[in-house]
């Protein structure tokens, strides 16, 4: 893990120290490929309907998990945010006046930077969703992928 807490805080901002260990352990399933290299570059929220096509890599042996996914307009996507500090617990995402809790933004910023979007699946090419509506880094790993139900072809 890259330890970003050394990055500066911004005004009114509140780190604490991280804990000792994990509590959990979790597989990386794929890769999400997207335009984005650098954190300003992405968008506050994917646009499942303007936003540019992006693809979700599946490792093996994970692959035959996709069985059926096509049959779905829109898949919830969960990913981790690799590239994100886990110290925080008051930010101040604009830089204004005062601070507010973690727990209240939708920043990547955060202890578990697990993040969560539905996105349209627009193709399926053997390993590979081709989809609208991330907001994440490229290379950003994968963690899982939920079908939407009701949202179905």
């Known amino acids: 893990m890259t330890d970003l807490s050394s990055d500066p805080l911004r005004p009114h901002e509140q780190a604490v120290p991280l804990p000792a260990a994990f509590d959990a352990q979790l597989w990386f399933i794929g890769r999400i490929r997207t335009p984005w290299t650098q954190r300003g570059q992405c968008p506050r929220r994917g646009d499942p309907v ?32 690799d590239r994100a500090r886990r110290d925080l617990v ?15 933004l939708r920043s990547p910023v955060r202890p578990n930077p697990v993040a969560s ?20 880094l490229d290379g950003t790993p994968l963690v899982d992928i939920k079908a939407e139900f009701g949202n179905t072809r």
């Open 50 to 81: 303007e936003g540019p096509e992006c693809r979700i890599e599946l490792f093996e042996p994970w692959t035959p998990g996709l069985t059926g996914i096509q049959r779905h307009d829109h898949v919830q996507v969960l990913y981790w945010m």
């Open 90 to 104: 008051q930010q101040n995402p604009n830089y204004g006046d005062r601070a507010t809790g973690t727990f209240a």
């Open 117 to 136: 979007s539905v996105v349209r699946l627009l193709a399926v090419e053997g390993p590979v969703l081709i989809v609208r509506g991330l907001d994440c």
